[in-house]
């Protein structure tokens, strides 16, 4: 079931168990929002058994960083409020950077509110050496999206706002899903990298968006169920 809620949108799975999943959508920080997204957000609740609340954000090239960054710790006081602390803290594609900014940027009085953060085939700022020009995988239309939302280039080596910089606040419990293949999979190679704490699953045979993927979503709910055992 899912109900709008200010500019968002709540998938609340029948038998919730206690602690809300914040998610943001991808779409490259230039498109997409939590309508388009609701049935990966309703997929979410179903198997991980948590409200999902898929929070909305500004889009660049409207907004940019660090202004974009700071939304997102927003939505995590906002979350908080609405549901309390086991808050988790979720993301597809370009949504798993704004989910690390909203931990990172949050303070430290409201980081002890976040349980883990969960990413799905996360974008941290690597651009893809190869990739589909078509589909705004490859390195062109991956460069052009980062420099839509970061025209003035703070973010390489900032520490409050590049996770592949080593200094990066991430919760205890991080756990990244690649998918095999997807071009921008080096992107959460290069996370674990960065952070050796991180934990790295890959989805094999899938690619980059499987969850909202008609031809991919069966498969792809497999790896979040087996994601979720991570969490119990």
Not at 6 to 28: I, K, N, S, Y
Not at 34 to 59: E, M, N, Q
Not at 70 to 92: E, P, V
Request: glycine content about 12%.
């Amino acid at each position: 079931m899912a109900d709008d809620h200010g500019g968002g949108l709540d998938c609340v799975p029948r038998d919730a168990r206690a602690g809300a999943l914040v998610h943001f959508h991808g779409g490259g920080f230039v498109t997409g929002s939590p309508w388009t997204h609701r049935c990966v957000g309703a997929w979410l609740a179903h198997v991980l058994r948590r409200i999902v609340w898929l929070c909305p954000y500004p889009l660049a090239p409207e907004t940019t960083l660090p202004r974009q960054a700071d939304t997102a710790a927003l939505r995590l006081w906002q979350a908080r409020i609405r549901f309390g602390d086991g808050l988790i803290l979720s993301g597809d594609s370009a949504g798993a950077l704004l989910a690390l900014w909203a931990f990172a940027r949050s303070g430290a009085a409201l980081r002890p509110a976040v349980e883990a953060t969960l990413l799905f085939y996360g974008y941290f700022g690597r651009v893809p050496v190869t990739g589909p020009e078509r589909d705004g995988l490859g390195p062109a239309s991956v460069r052009a999206m980062q420099d839509r939302l970061d025209p003035e280039g703070r973010m390489p080596g900032d520490a409050m706002l590049d996770p592949l910089h080593k200094d990066f606040p991430l919760p205890t419990r991080t756990v990244a899903l690649g998918a095999a293949r997807d071009p921008l999979l080096e992107n959460t190679r290069a996370l674990a990298t960065a952070h050796p704490d991180v934990r790295v699953l890959t989805a094999q045979g899938l690619g980059h968006g499987f969850l909202s993927t008609p031809t991919q979503t069966a498969a792809g709910l497999a790896e979040v169920r087996r994601l979720s055992d991570l969490l119990r």
